[in-house]
């Protein structure tokens, strides 16, 4: 088992930042590819980035420009560095293993608005 505590989330105005971070209880180069997730409300959670152990990376399009998913296998964290923030980047954050998901942390909150 493993456990994700995600965090960094924030109110944020449009056009701002915010740096996710995802620590994760046990090893994650083990666990392979890592993703981000986002849920808004009444919407299904969708993929947002996903990064391998060898830096292979994918970008929904969505997000494409904007954000950059990055992995410290040391630290057993996965981060994602969000820029232009859009009101419709606004949902609950989360990280699990991309393609074969474990369990599902709480997540953490972004709230773009001015």
């Known amino acids: 088992q493993v456990q994700f505590v995600e965090s960094g989330g924030g109110l944020v105005q449009p056009g701002g930042s915010l740096r996710l971070s995802c620590a994760a209880s046990r090893s994650i180069s083990s666990l392979g590819t890592m993703g981000w997730y986002r849920q808004a409300p009444g919407k299904q959670r969708e993929l947002v980035a996903r990064?391998?152990?060898?830096?292979?990376?994918y970008y929904a399009d969505s997000v494409k420009g904007r954000f950059a998913i990055s992995r410290d296998n040391a630290k057993k964290t996965v981060y994602l560095q969000m820029n232009s923030l859009k009101p419709e980047d606004t949902a609950v954050y989360y990280c699990?293993?991309?393609?074969?998901?474990?369990?599902w942390g709480q997540g953490t909150q972004v709230t773009v608005s001015s």
């Open positions: 699990n293993r991309a393609g074969a998901e474990l369990s």
């Open positions: 990064i391998s152990n060898s830096r292979a990376i």
